[in-house]
Nanobody, 120 residues
Framework: QVQLVESGGGLVQAGGSLRLSCTAS????????MGWYRQPPEKQRETVASIRFSGTAAYAGSVKGRFTISRDNGNNTIYLQMNNLKPEDTAVYYCNAGSDGSWLRPGAYWGQGTQVTVSS
């Protein structure tokens, strides 16, 4: 089993920045895929960014150029630096991980979620 703990959410004004962190613990030796997903109010979950053990990253078009995903393999942690936040970025953000995974098929493990609220 793998446990994921997120931190770093909060309330910020439009144009501001936040950094989310997600640390994996437990049976992490074969975690290759990690990513951030979000679920806005009354909408479906969507992929925000993903990163593989190699460092290969991918971003949703709506966040490209504003968000940066990074990974510290030694500490089993990923980060999501979010700049120039917009009200439409308001959502619960979830960390995801797995030995395998892809943009449309997340890994097996989920964090509890952290709320990000952007005021206009």
């Amino acid at each position: 089993q793998v446990q994921l703990v997120e931190s770093g959410g909060g309330l910020v004004q439009a144009g501001g920045s936040l950094r989310l962190s997600c640390t994996a613990s437990g049976n992490t030796f074969n975690i290759n895929y990690m990513g951030w997903y979000r679920q806005p109010p009354e909408k479906q979950r969507e992929t925000v960014a993903s990163i593989r053990f190699s460092g290969t990253a991918a971003y949703a078009g709506s966040v490209k150029g504003r968000f940066t995903i990074s990974r510290d393999n030694g500490n089993n942690t990923i980060y999501l630096q979010m700049n120039n936040l917009k009200p439409e970025d308001t959502a619960v953000y979830y960390c995801n991980a797995g030995s395998d995974g892809s943009w449309l098929r997340p890994g097996a493990y989920w964090g509890q979620g952290t709320q990000v609220t952007v005021s206009s």
